[in-house]
């Protein structure tokens, strides 16, 4: 069993800062990337922020320059500091790890269970 827990949504007015963690948890052998991607009703889902395991990151062109990802390899964490928010942020976020179960085996997706990001005027 793998699990991503996300911690630190809620709600903002715009021009604030949240800092958004998540902790992935079992049965990991390896982590490579991980990344925040973001829905709002009736759309689908996407990317945010992305980071690999050697600390390549790449960015929605919307959260450039307002958005940071990072992550702490020891804790098998990855964090998104979320700065100069607008009210088009608002959207549930979500986590996403590619993880290893095994040495041998592939890496495959994993999701955590989403967090409300709420920006107001």
């Not at 098998?76 to 179960?101: F, G």
């Amino acid at each position: 069993q793998v699990q991503l827990v996300e911690s630190g949504g809620g709600l903002v007015q715009a021009g604030g800062s949240l800092r958004l963690s998540c902790a992935a948890s079992g049965s990991i052998f390896s982590i490579n990337a991980m990344g925040w991607y973001r829905q709002v009703p009736g759309k689908q889902r996407d990317l945010v922020a992305r980071i690999t395991s050697g600390g390549y990151t790449n960015y929605a062109e919307s959260v450039k320059g307002r958005f940071t990802i990072s992550r702490d390899n020891a804790k098998n964490t990855v964090y998104l500091q979320m700065d100069s928010l607008k009210r088009e942020d608002t959207a549930v976020y979500y986590c996403n790890a590619d993880i290893s179960r095994t040495w041998y085996s592939g890496g495959r997706d994993y999701w955590g269970q989403g967090t409300q990001v709420t920006v107001s005027s």
